[in-house]
């Protein structure tokens, strides 16, 4: 086939990125590092250094559709540093993945690993699909040719992948799976959350969730409130969500409203997690029509007066738009950058504590990270002991930063920026740049 006869990349998915009268997440993700490069007082060229990413790779994505059709889908991998160790970070398949998104998430990670004490650099990849509208075939497809795409930037010292938005333990076995067979070697430790007989963790699926309400738990700890006089309030109710809700609701708190795509649902009397777990998952994943609580909106369910709120659904809901209505003391960010950096303030003068994603979420990263460990030793632990260590990772990390907090007077979040820039500038101080 000639050069000029490829197929283009086509769009086929037209949706804007960033709302226009919002931040985009790159913006948020700037505005905060900036804040905290001006208390560490980094010098210019350091700060150009981590704003920049080191790599960001655009890949066509051809597909033979089950019609026999060619379509052709858009892919992303941004590495935005790699100073720690390889970077790392999931992948996403949506319909509305942009770079500018897809570099912000990326840049996210490596702060988040630093906070978290991970030895590993940020990276964020995505394709620009609707996964609801290809048969699983495609996804297939899609999935190792967008792999194969990137074999020179994949690999178990160099860039390591993992699941997010719309993307599971499957879409990562074949990961893993076309990288093995282009390498001709088992390579296991080249993509985490893996189906667990495949290499993955115990309790990786669960792991961002648990470390939600590990930090939560800190944070209630710290206001002098305990978890079973709380009442808790999740939106989004897949993996990070649902395990957040279900575990603050084994805790004694009462969760009074959950959502999903399909609406919201309150209940002031608490809802029976469990039940509305095996609700959805026998319902084709979806709360519609769950019968113990009353239909409110998303924006209304962010409203509600709550001990903790654990927005865990996705980017910029809480804004400059709905910041001063919202009634929580503690927010947890089960979520990445569901708080925009123009509402931080507003949040701030309303006392709302805000338990930022690059540490709330963290657990799932910090899990990837033991899953890395047990392929590279092909030795597996046991569930038991990866809570254990995730509990006390996370648990250390948030001591870290309340520490942070006192010394500077700042916020978890700016003190969570200036705790990871200055743990990534520090680390290329000794590394120095290479010439
Ligand atoms: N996608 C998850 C996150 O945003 C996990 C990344 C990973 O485990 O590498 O933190």
Same mark, same amino acid.
């Given at each position: ?56 790779? &655009? ?22 540093? +790699? ?13 509305? !993945? ?18 978290? +004490? ?72 080249? !993509?985490?959350?893996?189906? #667990? ?15 939600? !309400? ?43 409203? &959950? ?36 239909? &409110?909106? +998303? ?36 979520? +990445? ?8 303030? &507003? ?17 799932? !990263? ?43 007077? #700042? ?25």
């Amino acid at each position: 086939m000639s050069k000029k006869s490829k197929p283009q990349p086509t769009a086929f998915y037209k949706e804007p990125g960033p709302k226009l009268d919002e931040e985009s997440p790159f913006e948020s993700m700037m505005e905060r590092f900036r804040f905290a490069a001006d208390i560490l007082e980094l010098d210019e060229g350091m700060f150009q250094y981590l704003a920049s990413p080191v790599k960001q790779v &655009i890949v066509s994505v051809p597909v033979v559709m089950d019609n026999g059709k060619i379509q052709v889908f858009e892919g992303y991998r941004v590495i935005h540093d +790699n100073v720690l160790g390889p970077s790392k970070g999931g992948i996403r398949f949506a319909p509305d !993945v942009n770079l500018e998104e897809v570099k912000a998430l990326a840049a996210w990670m490596t702060w988040k690993c630093a906070v978290v +004490n991970v030895p590993f650099g940020g990276a964020k990849g995505g394709i620009r699909c609707n996964p609801k509208e290809l048969s699983k075939s495609e996804l297939e497809r899609l999935t190792r040719r967008y792999t194969a795409n990137l074999l020179d930037v994949f690999g178990p010292d160099r860039d390591i992948p993992a699941p997010d938005m719309n993307t599971d333990e499957q879409v990562m076995a074949w990961i893993m799976d076309t990288y093995s067979m282009n390498s001709q070697r088992t390579e296991t430790a080249v !993509v985490t959350g893996k189906p #667990i007989i495949l290499g993955g963790s115990q309790g990786r699926k669960e792991a961002t969730g648990r470390g939600v !309400v590990t930090v939560t738990l800190a944070a209630l700890n710290k206001l002098g409130i305990m978890p079973n006089k709380t009442e808790v309030v999740v939106q989004g109710f897949g993996n990070v969500g649902a395990v957040s809700a279900e575990l603050m609701h084994e805790q004694g708190a009462k969760v009074i409203a &959950i959502s999903d795509i399909s609406g919201g649902y309150y209940n002031p009397d608490g809802i029976d997690i469990p039940k509305a777990i095996k609700y959805m998952n026998d319902n084709n994943r979806s709360l519609e029509g769950f019968p113990e609580a009353d239909k &409110i909106t +998303n924006e209304d369910l962010l409203e509600l007066k709550c001990d903790v709120l654990i927005p865990a659904a996705k980017e910029d809901q809480i804004s400059k738009h709905n910041a001063h209505k919202i009634n929580a003391k503690i927010i947890a960010e089960g979520a +990445n950058g569901p708080v925009t950096a123009n509402a931080d303030s &507003i949040l701030e003068e309303n006392g709302v504590m805000v338990i930022p994603d690059i540490l709330a979420n963290a657990g799932g !990263v910090t899990v990837s990270y033991f899953e890395w460990v047990q392929d590279r030793q092909g030795y597996f632990w046991t569930e038991e002991r990866v809570n254990r260590r995730l509990n006390r990772m996370m648990r250390n990390a948030f001591d870290n930063l309340y520490q942070v907090c006192d010394e500077h007077k #700042i916020t978890m979040r700016q003190a969570a920026y200036v705790y990871a820039i200055n743990r990534v500038a520090e680390t290329l101080k000794l590394r120095g740049i290479y010439a």
